[in-house]
């Protein structure tokens, strides 16, 4: 029973590690795609101002964030459902 228990450890440590090195790429790749693609849209509407690509930021800040509260309401209810079963 122990050994299970101690995989069933290992495999959540080894799911976060996952989510949280999927996150930070994601961080990185949102934020140059916001960028490259908010300066694309204000080329090519010729708004004159960095207005697209303002928007594409903070539509990029706002992904990133809801997918952190999103990782820590998994945390959270995975420690929930552990102290159940104790």
Same mark, same amino acid.
């Given at each position: ?21 999927? +996150? !930070? @790429?994601?961080? /990185? ?11 694309? =849209? %204000? ?15 903070? +539509? !990029? @800040?706002?992904? /990133? ?11 959270? =209810? %995975? ?8």
């Amino acid at each position: 029973m122990d050994k299970r228990k101690e995989a069933r450890e290992r495999v959540k440590m080894l799911n976060a590690l996952a989510t949280v090195s999927s +996150l !930070a @790429i994601m961080i /990185v790749c949102d934020f140059l795609l916001a960028y490259w693609g908010g300066d694309w =849209l %204000d080329n090519y509407f010729q708004t004159g101002d960095h207005s697209f690509r303002v928007g594409c930021i903070c +539509l !990029a @800040i706002v992904t /990133v964030f809801l997918t952190f509260f999103k990782l820590i309401y998994s945390v959270m =209810l %995975d420690k929930d459902d552990d102290e159940k079963k104790s």
